[in-house]
């Protein structure tokens, strides 16, 4: 799509700050800032924080952490300021009246007290009667006095459109083309509190923002008409309309934070997936890859080549095993001193670590990395793979299915192995891994897996670990000992 020369690109996204930030935040931040630094444009963050019974003050610094863990920066928001602020809708109440107050003047909304018990009575009857539901209409043409006469009256009046008989349903989206919504009923756009709804409040931010593009769900292509309706009526220019293909889960379904974790955005670091991995798993699953061998691609990649035009409208599936699978791919294409400082986080974030682990721990972590790099999908992964490194020798606790693994030889491996490696002058891979195999194997003739599983389970406390003879190394010979004992004073 070309942009006149004159126009600055501005785009926003506007979460509400009601909870954990949903993972389709992350989606939108996605393309409206591919959009912007494509076109040299501005990204605003903008809170819509009008609701103000599902308003949490935990929500808004969770949606800039997680933004700002993926790397998708703004240019102007509540937290940095900007030329149009404020951007809480909280904080531009007085901005919003005047607008209703003109609507009002100009006979394009009115007044309506009927109470909630009034409105559900009438949505009952509607939909007993089979048809389509919407106010009634009861309060237009009424003052407050001949309103109060009749049943369901309110003290508070809300504030409706009045939506006209010949209210056009078609407009032009960038992805979709002409679209045809259904016919809006009069819609509140002043509660009772004298805050604006979401109708209202968009369209006047947006308009007073600057905001010449509006990326956004499908689900609000319904609502599209009421916005263009209030652009004409106020005399404003509409921005062009761009709806994103809804996430959905497996049945199809849209994906959401009370039937599926991964709609919450901090789940994703919870789980310990990489940022550059999600945010390269959401482009995917509404634009395709310049070739099919080429579906890894870092944002810097994935913006200069956008267009409106390439995106899917079909619902994508999120497909956790395509991100499991992106995200392996990130943990093992990291140099090694990278995965390290990422594994710390992860430690640190689960706690696992102390915010100043001692050097120690620090070293571990970094002498094993390189072993379990291969294997991880997760940062999560690291606690399990080498949480053994982390701990005191006398705080090991061997894992059921490792216990059951034990064989009758496994007394007279460990009590081989302790002698054997008092041995080696050097504690160094080779020299352990030389003295065990001529002690166990070659002396008493074990297969390896018998000889080594006992040893395994001793040190690490599991079935499955990194490589063993490394991991004896970075151990150190004393622990290595020790929890050998250990684990034989059990049998």
Known sequence: MTVPTDSVVRVRVAPSPTGDPHVGTAYMALFNLAFARQQGGRFVLRLEDTDRVRYRADSEPQIYDTLHWLGLDWDEGPDIGGPYAPYRQSER???????????????????????????????????????????????????????????????????????????????TDLIRGEISAPRPDDQVIQKADGFPTYHLAVVVD????????????????????KHLLLYSWLGIE?????????????????????????????????????????????????????????????????????????????????????????????IRSLATEELTSRIIAQLRYDKILTADPDQDQLARITAVTPLVQERMRLLTEAADLL????????????????????????????????????????????AIEGALRTALVEQLGLKPRLAFTPLRVAVTGKR?????????EILGRESTLSRIAALRRTL
């Open 387 to 430: 949480g053994f490194l982390l701990i005191a020798d006398t705080e090991l606790v061997i894992d059921d299915d490792a216990r059951k693994s034990l064989g009758t030889d496994s007394t007279t491996v460990l009590d081989v192995a302790l002698q054997a490696l008092t041995a080696p002058p050097q504690w160094q891979t080779d």
């Open 93 to 171: 109440l007085d901005t919003y009246r005047p607008y209703v107050d003109r609507l009002l003047a100009e006979g394009h909304a009115y007044c309506c007290w009927c109470s909630q018990e009034r409105l559900a009575q009438m949505r009952t009857e509607q939909q007993k009667a089979k048809v389509p539901t919407g106010y009634d209409r009861l309060c237009y043409g009424l003052s407050r006095d001949e309103r109060a006469k009749l049943p369901g009256f309110n003290e508070t009046p809300v504030v409706r459109m009045l939506i006209p008989d010949d209210v056009p349903l078609t407009f």
């Open 238 to 330: 509409p921005p062009r309309f761009a709806h994103m293909p809804l996430l959905r889960n497996a049945d199809r379904s849209k994906i959401s934070k009370r039937k599926n974790p991964a709609a919450r955005l901090t789940w994703f670091r919870e789980q310990g997936y990489l940022p550059e991995a999600l945010v390269n798993f959401l482009a995917l699953l509404a634009y395709p890859p310049e070739s099919d061998d080429r579906e890894v691609f870092g944002f810097d990649e994935f913006y200069p080549r956008f267009d409106w035009s390439k995106i899917n409208p079909a619902g994508p599936i999120f497909d956790l095993d395509k991100l499991g699978w992106l995200n392996g791919h990130y």
């Open 464 to 472: 499955i670990s990194p490589p063993l003879f490394e991991s004896m």
């Open 206 to 225: 947006d308009h007073e923002m600057g905001i010449t593009h509006v990326v956004r769900g499908e689900e609000w292509i319904s609502s599209t008409p």
